[in-house]
């Protein structure tokens, strides 16, 4: 049987997934406005565009990045991040219960 602990921590970490998921997106430097000079988001686009041989891929991680910097999460990938930070939130809330007996 899962403890409640194990699903309040699943559900704590896929809600805070969620929330902060934007935020870490604008922390990056990936924004409305387009990518932040000087941050980790231009350093990223700067590495992806050497290796393809001067653009950055349609589709490729920092072109996804981008657009949901700009223009928000789609509800399909809000899903999908609420649905990992839950998967690693009900891990933790279970390992952490197999330690305190």
Do not use: D, H, Y
């Not at 049987?1 to 896929?14: H, Q």
């Not at 604008?26 to 290796?51: D, E, I, Q, R």
């Not at 930070?85 to 952490?96: D, H, Q, R, S």
């Amino acid at each position: 049987m899962v403890a409640v602990s194990v699903i309040a921590m699943a559900v704590g970490t896929g809600t805070a997934a969620m929330l902060m998921a934007p935020v870490a997106l604008g922390v990056m430097g990936f924004g409305a406005g387009g990518v932040a000079a000087g941050s980790t988001a231009a350093g990223m686009m700067s590495s992806a565009a050497v290796a393809n041989g001067g653009g950055v891929a349609a589709g490729s991680l920092v072109a996804a990045l981008q657009s949901a910097g700009a223009a928000a999460l789609t509800s399909v990938a809000t899903v999908v991040v609420g649905s990992v930070g839950a998967a690693a939130g009900g891990e933790v809330g279970w390992v952490t219960s197999k330690f305190r007996g």
